[in-house]
């Protein structure tokens, strides 16, 4: 594998920076304060096909590999997190299952539309029991001559506020005394579809996290994703690849909180010197450095597994649980570096701190991916 990027990668990920600087870097602090979807610069990213990243481009998107995919969100996210966490969702876990799974009449009616920005996607299969149990979901359809009704309650859903397009797991029927779960393309407008308020989150505020509510909710046949009971292996392929995003989110965190600190580091004077001179300092943004070098290289290696068409589930897996880990150490150091004014929300130390804790809850629990992993090893499907 060669491990320098291409020219390719370099500029995008040179174009993608400057366009999170100039355009949410200004916003950042104050849309997390204010818990507000910042409309206007998300329209921006729209044009320039952020939205798209994986889409081929017979279908409006950009076309990227998985290493590039990667590093937009990465650089996203090491200036607006929440902001990354909606790109991240809409490419990972709502465009791509459709792309692998889709019909044909499928694929020709949304993806141009999510791969320009004008539906944004969503991905929804965490309900109040089920959320690692994955197989307990209660959300029910019910076959009607040529639709489904859909009844249930789905929470915390990531871009739920704002969602055009939502991928909804239900239980369709019991197959050998199993649950059957399908997945069903559920559009904003469907009749019996309604949004609760967004939630009052901890990180990640400008990200419009909601639950959906399902109430005699009508979805035409032809809305099904797969065939009826392919919901388990849906999700699963799904997750393997969201995971690669979230990693990718946490990774941008704990590079912007290195960056910060560095920075602050050498203009903080105490005992008549930057504390950048002071061993301790030096330690922690060595052991930061190696971290966030580390994590890239774990999920560059997965992208590129991704890309060449072989597993990377356990890849996928050690990615996300890893650079969650390593987004939830350095900014912890982070904090700690900046002293009383890390705790100050004045300092986007703080906020990159919040944030980086729900990387290692959501898109499957740390807990989950050391299964996922330990499984493949145990399995010899590794080493």
């Known amino acids: 594998m060669n491990f320098n990027p291409c020219m390719k990668h370099k500029l995008i990920r040179n174009s993608v920076r400057h366009f999170a600087e100039t355009e949410l870097w200004p916003i950042a602090a104050e849309i997390d304060r204010a818990a507000c979807f910042p409309v206007e610069v998300v329209g921006k990213m729209k044009n320039l096909n952020y939205f798209g990243l994986q889409a ?14 990667a590093i937009a969100v990465e650089e ?9 966490l909606c790109v991240a969702v ?3 876990v709502a465009l791509y299952p459709l792309l692998k799974f889709g019909t044909k009449e499928q694929k020709e009616r949304y993806l141009p539309r999510l791969a320009s920005g004008e539906m944004i ?4 299969l965490t309900e109040a029991n089920a959320g690692s149990d994955a197989g307990s979901v209660e959300t029910t359809a019910v076959k009607n001559n040529n ?46 579809f309604q949004r609760g308020e967004v939630e009052d989150l901890c990180g990640m505020r400008a990200n419009p996290v909601s639950s959906l509510f399902l109430e005699d909710c009508h979805v035409p046949e032809a809305n099904l994703l797969g065939k009826p009971g392919d919901g388990l292996k849906i999700g699963l392929v799904t997750l393997d690849n969201g995971r690669i995003g979230i990693a990718a989110q946490a990774l941008g965190i704990a590079q912007g909180a290195l960056e910060t600190s560095v920075k602050y580091a050498k203009e903080r004077q105490q005992f008549k010197k930057p504390i950048a001179a002071q061993q301790t300092i030096q330690n922690y943004i060595a052991d930061m450095a190696t971290e966030v070098a580390a994590a890239r290289l774990l999920l ?21 649980l890893y650079c969650s880990r390593v987004a939830a ?19 986007d130390v703080e906020r990159y701190f919040r944030d980086a804790k729900v990387t290692e809850i959501y ?12 499984r493949a090893v145990l399995s010899q499907l590794m080493f």
Do not use: W
Request: net charge negative; hydrophobic share 40%.
């Open 121 to 124: 996607g969503a991905f929804s």
């Open 300 to 320: 560059y290696r997965a992208c590129a597994l991704k890309d060449t068409g072989a597993s990377f589930s356990a890849e996928a897996a050690m990615a996300k």
């Open 56 to 69: 081929p481009a017979e279908f409006g998107g950009a076309g990227l590999d998985s290493i590039s995919m």
């Open 90 to 92: 809409h490419n990972g």
């Open 363 to 374: 898109e499957g629990t740390s807990e989950i991916q050391r299964m996922v992993i330990a």
């Open 147 to 192: 639709e489904y009704i859909l009844n249930g309650t789905k929470i915390f859903v990531t871009n739920g506020g704002v969602c055009d397009f939502v991928l909804i797991f239900a239980l369709t029927g019991h197959d050998y005394e199993h649950p059957q779960t399908s997945v069903f393309i559920v559009e904003s407008g469907c009749r019996g």
């Open 76 to 84: 996203i996210s090491r200036v607006c997190a929440a902001v990354g």
């Open 329 to 347: 150490k350095v900014t912890s150091l982070a904090v700690q570096i900046h002293g009383g004014y890390g705790y100050s929300k004045e300092y």
